[in-house]
């Protein structure tokens, strides 16, 4: 009994300072993403960099730190916060669409969809643009990986309607469908692929966020960002699904409006994102229930909530992956994993019952 | 009302319904019985709007449901189905509270937190309601659901429908009584009631109207007094009846 009555509820959610918790807990992170680093930059060095941006007058001592932040970090937090926040909150969305805990972007194609361009892009397109940098890296990767992933969310999105209707079911099985196709035709790309279009499409599959550059930035938070915060406002419609899609509808919700709109905004925000970065795994699916854990099931409080610690998750994620074994990197999915798994691990034991309804 | 003229609906080649008709009045109580696989509650989930039929048509006010949108309906007609199961945990509370959701951003809003306490009060569950849905027992969840409803429909401007399935099927008999007369005292405050029922004592407790369905299709349709027959029931249910005092009871043989 004194375990059940750990988890919070919905009524008990305003005694959880979220909003705070989480936007700090983001600053902290952006902070220590933009002062930590192979290069050693102090308070001094970033308030000077930030003065400069605001028009003060940059002092010499400080030009290389301006270099490594304008240039090299704050456009990687940025990215990796925005990217970050749209995993979180697309998963959340997902798990509560399907009413399923193990539901992740993932499910709907959009991954493997955006892998299968990508890869198709490195092995066919790549070799006509000479290498992976230039315009191939910069804009007709990251494009072919967005078209990818949506493309493929929208074939299972199809292939799961029945009549007028897409019960969650079938949705779940025309994805496991799209997946499976999808890994297919791209395990045929990378059987034609040479060594070196090999390690490039092995480093995009387990992701990084050394692509980001500020010119990427206005278009990530037009998918990402705004996708993201538009999930935020399905939230209500989402609490009422809890109790099954019938309910839903006993209680006002247009269900297939919803689940047409929640689909295509996850979609959008985690196409987005993986097409400048490469997946990252684990965020999707492990942020949303961290924040269960913590907060409550409230689609209110998990919808924001995910978005806030999967932005921080990432960004301190991406430091990991650039310090670690500097002047090398990481893949950053490999850091998601290693700092994700033994904490929800912990924290479901924590909990004591899990997810059991 | 609610009214469905001439429902049919096929599933795979068999008749789910079959030119169905039924008229909900504020008010009253309709019970509909019949043996399993009748077609009760494929009728309810027609009514309510959750099932669309390709023949034939259900009206709320005149108008077709299809017509109405989602929360305009959830405005005026609640729904409690059978076992509910839910994807994460939140309390018997939480749930009762998801009722207020058609009411969001309305001035019924402000009605909130009294509407869901009230209807815990209404249906003894306010002991309850702190625990977690899946810990509760069968019976607890169904008092949880009709209080559900109840919130969903507090403060409904225009006269209300309840569509219960079998709300009764795993209450003990002291939370029957409780649910009976809640039923009975909402069609007296003009509700309009349909309930799915198996007790015929029950039926002849709550009911204004008795509708017989079989195989898809109503069977009979009246008051109570009417139907409640042995030889009517015993063509339907296949097995004899007898009446004891006021009660009219199956009479189950050994073979």
């Known amino acids: 009994m004194n375990r059940m009555a750990a988890v919070p509820t919905l009524q008990e959610r305003v005694t959880l300072p979220l909003l705070p ?25 970033l308030l000077a960099v930030l003065a400069h941006w605001l028009g003060a007058p940059l002092p010499p001592e400080h030009a290389r730190d301006a270099a490594v932040i304008g240039v090299i970090r704050a456009p990687r937090v940025l990215l990796a916060a925005l990217v970050g926040a749209g995993l979180g909150a697309a998963g959340a969305t997902m798990q509560g669409l399907f009413r399923n805990p193990l539901a992740d972007p993932a499910l709907i194609g959009v991954s493997s969809g955006a892998a299968l361009a990508a890869v198709a892009a490195i092995v066919l397109a790549g070799p006509a643009f000479g290498a992976s940098a230039g315009l191939f890296g910069l804009w007709l990767l990251p ?83 705004l996708p993201s915060l538009l999930l935020c406002a399905l939230a ?51 942020v949303p229930h961290v924040v269960r854990l913590v907060f409550g099931t409230d689609h209110r409080i998990v919808l924001p909530g995910a978005a806030l610690l999967g932005a921080a998750l990432l960004v301190l994620a991406d430091l990991a992956a650039r310090s ?34 | 009302m609610i009214a469905a003229r001439a429902l049919t609906m096929r599933c795979g080649g068999r008749r789910l319904l079959d030119e169905v008709s039924l008229e909900l009045q504020p008010g009253e109580v ?89 209807a815990l009060e209404t249906v003894g569950a306010t002991g309850i309601a702190a625990q977690r849905y899946a810990t509760l ?11 559900r409803a109840l919130a969903q429909l507090d403060g409904a401007a225009h006269p209300a429908a309840l569509l219960l399935d079998e709300p009764t099927a795993s209450l003990d008999i002291s939370h029957v009584g ?3 007369r809640l039923i009975r005292r909402l069609a007296l405050q003009g509700a309009a009631v349909m309930v799915v029922l198996h007790d015929l004592n029950e039926v002849s407790f709550a009911a204004d109207r008795v509708m017989v369905m079989a195989e898809g299709r109503c069977v009979a349709a009246g008051p109570p007094a009417a139907i409640l027959r ?21 009479e189950f043989t050994t073979d």
């Not at chain 1, 983001?26 to 930590?36: K, Q, R, V």
């Open chain 1, 236 to 286: 209500r419609p989402l609490n009422a699904l809890l109790l099954g899609e019938s309910e839903a509808y006993h209680l006002g919700v247009s269900v297939e409006a919803l689940k047409r709109s929640a689909i295509l905004l996850a979609a959008i925000s985690v196409a987005a994102g993986v097409a400048f970065t490469g997946l990252i795994g684990f965020v999707g699916l492990v």
């Open chain 1, 21 to 45: 918790l989480g936007v700090g807990l983001l600053g902290a992170a952006i902070l220590a993403g933009l002062l930590l680093g192979p290069a050693r930059i102090g308070a001094d060095g």
């Open chain 1, 324 to 357: 670690l074994a500097s002047p090398a990197e990481l893949p950053v999915g490999v850091i998601t994993a290693l700092i994700g798994a033994p904490f929800f691990l912990w924290l479901l034991r924590q909990s004591g019952s899990g997810n059991g309804a």
């Open chain 2, 137 to 147: 027992s069968g019976g607890e969840r169904q008092r949880i659901q009709i209080a």
């Open chain 2, 178 to 180: 409780v649910i009976l």
């Open chain 2, 230 to 250: 042995p030889r009517l029931l015993e063509a339907v249910y296949g097995i004899p009846f007898q009446r004891r005092g006021d009660a009219l009871l199956p």
């Open chain 1, 143 to 225: 494009i072919a990986a967005f078209i990818g992933g949506l493309g493929a969310t929208l074939v299972m999105a199809r292939l799961g309607r029945v009549g007028g209707a897409a019960p969650v079911a079938t949705l779940l099985l025309a994805g496991v469908a799209v997946n499976a196709l999808a890994g297919a035709i791209t395990g045929l790309l990378i059987f034609m692929a040479d060594d070196r279009q090999v390690r490039d499409i092995t480093f995009w599959t387990l992701g990084s966020l050394a692509g980001a550059r500020w010119q990427h930035l206005p278009v990530i938070l037009l998918l990402v960002g």
């Open chain 2, 30 to 118: 309709v019970a509909i019985i019949g043996p399993n696989g009748a077609g009760k509650s494929t009728l309810l989930r027609a009514m309510s709007g959750e099932l669309r039929s390709e023949i034939g048509v259900v009206t709320l006010e005149g108008r077709p449901l299809a017509a109405w949108h989602p929360v305009d309906l959830a405005r005026r007609r609640a729904v409690v189905s059978q076992n509910v199961a839910l994807a994460f945990p939140i309390t018997g509370r939480d749930v009762v509270g998801l009722g207020r959701l058609p009411w969001h951003a309305t001035p019924q809003a402000a009605r909130d937190v009294h509407a869901v306490e009230a």
